[in-house]
């Protein structure tokens, strides 16, 4: 059984620095993860922008959320968008 995995950048794309450099944390867990579990067990996706058409086509069985302490809210209203 594969798990869907989506990882959600909550960058301000108005900020040039946040939207020049990619998460690369997101890369880190996504590489372990297959290190650990092989090429076959998980479907990424990585989403920053347009997230609830996201969560809605790609129907994510874990959620996992980045980013920086200026982002804190608007990361919050990704989780509770992914709740649902």
Do not use: W
């Amino acid at each position: 059984m594969t798990t869907r995995l989506m990882f959600i950048n909550a960058s301000d794309a108005a900020r040039s620095v946040e939207a020049f450099h990619a998460p690369l944390g997101l890369g880190y867990l996504a590489s372990a993860l297959r290190g650990a579990f092989g090429q076959t067990h998980f479907e990424f996706t990585v989403v920053d922008n347009d997230v609830e058409a996201e969560i809605c086509s790609f129907k994510p069985d874990i959620v996992a959320i980045t980013a920086v302490s200026g982002n804190f809210n608007r990361a919050s209203e990704y989780a509770k968008i992914a709740k649902l």
